[in-house]
């Protein structure tokens, strides 16, 4: 071993709830050494593509209700002590502003994920944290009183560690599962991980046919047993056999075997007002062709694709020549698009992940380990997801915040 360093906490992971943590434990106590371990050649490399490179970092309406996961419960602590103000405030100190756009997400006012990545390694070099990048851990062990970090030339010895290096979600920036291996080995319960905000494979005959074609529609996920699971209005892209969108990212945080993908496309007209419609449609266009039933509703493609799930695919008929009970049942299918669903898409296109350490083994109100002392987890390496609008990332932050303040 070539190097051998010692730390008071050796912080694995340079990521956003890594240089909070390392921020917080510095402006806590200055007079404690902090190194960062990081395996990446720079810092916060999955930071600077969050929110579409804007950096969406918190939201107006930071609940447990918008999370999923065994942590959920404790996060209420978390949360009510770190909330959306408190969090904004403390980038303030580091010398962001921020703005809140009319969907109730914060940006840097500035629009730059680049911002919020500077504020954080700027306070770091300031406060004297020792950031070590280009690492690759080989091992993370306990010995005696102290944990030894072990990576090809260095060994990092530090009476206490925190876990902050993510989810297996985004393997190009760096994502693994070697926080959830850490864990493991020091006896912690760990759910694997699985990808979330993400597009979400399903089984259907006309995707190929709507293959890049986007519509705003109500979006329900319901169960097995026809119950609403989640359900909200957004836009929905539809990919060669997949769904996308916001929304869609949303639901694929809850999926599970056996849901399916309900499509109000027309949420905003009532059932009866839409069979009006095609009624009227139909008598308007009597003698044109069955794919302009729908002209004036819906794109082209996306009206023929209604038609085939009522099994209407010979084109050649004329309107007038519909029965009143093909009628309802495509104005029904319009309102009712199924779409079963096969499974998430994989960890490559995933924002986050499901999984991590389990919820009741970490004390939420310190993030220290209830089985290991010394030991402290936080960010995507625990067993909790958000929704798209800056949830995770706010969850993120305050857990780093919250180890850090207790090292």
């Known amino acids: 071993m070539n190097n051998t360093y010692k730390f008071d906490a050796v912080i694995i992971g340079a990521g956003a709830s890594g240089l909070m943590c390392a921020i917080a434990a510095k402006k806590k106590n200055k007079n404690i050494s902090v190194a960062i371990i990081e395996k990446n050649d720079r810092v916060g490399k999955k930071l600077l593509s969050t929110g579409n490179g804007r950096c969406n970092l918190t939201h107006r309406d930071i609940s447990p209700d918008h999370y999923r996961g065994s942590f959920k419960e404790q996060s209420t602590y978390l949360f009510s002590k770190y909330d959306t103000n408190t969090l904004l405030e403390k980038f303030k100190k580091l010398g962001l502003l921020c703005f809140c756009d009319n969907e109730g997400r914060y940006y840097p006012l500035c629009r730059q994920a680049s911002a919020v990545l500077d504020v954080l390694r700027f306070a770091c070099e300031r406060l004297g944290v020792n950031i070590f990048c280009g690492e690759n851990i080989k091992s993370v062990k306990k010995a005696g009183k102290n944990f030894n970090v072990t990576t090809e030339n260095t060994m990092f ?34 759910i694997p991980y699985s990808p979330a905000l993400c597009p979400i494979e399903v089984k259907s005959d006309i995707l190929k046919s709507l293959k890049g074609i986007r519509t ?8 097995a047993n026809q119950r609403i699971i989640k359900s909200e209005i957004g836009e929905v892209q539809f990919g060669d056999k997949t769904l996308s969108g916001i929304c869609i990212f949303n639901l694929s945080v809850y999926t599970e ?8 496309l027309l949420y905003n007209v009532s059932y009866s007002e839409l069979s009006e419609l095609i009624t009227t449609n139909q008598k308007l266009f009597s003698d044109f062709t069955v794919d302009n039933l729908f002209t004036g509703i819906f794109q082209k493609r996306l009206g023929q694709a209604v038609l085939k799930t009522c099994n209407i695919s010979n084109f050649s008929r004329k309107c007038g020549e519909l029965a009143k009970e093909e009628l309802n049942n495509i104005a029904n299918a319009a309102k009712n698009m199924r779409f079963p669903v096969i499974q998430n898409c994989g960890f490559e296109l995933a924002q986050t992940a499901l999984g991590g350490v389990v919820g009741r083994e970490i004390n939420e109100k310190t993030m220290e380990s209830k089985i290991i002392k010394g030991l402290y987890v936080c960010g995507e390496a625990i067993d909790i997801c958000g929704e798209c609008g800056g949830y995770n990332l706010h969850f993120a932050f305050a857990s780093g915040l919250n180890a850090g303040e207790n090292l």
């Open 257 to 264: 075997k056996g849901n399916c993908i309900l499509l109000d």
């Open 216 to 223: 705003t529609a109500n979006v329900s996920l319901i169960d």
């Open 157 to 190: 010895v530090a009476d206490k560690i925190v876990i902050a290096n993510g989810s297996k979600a985004s393997p190009k920036l760096g994502g693994n599962a070697s926080s959830a291996d850490y864990l493991k080995n020091f006896g912690h319960r760990v």
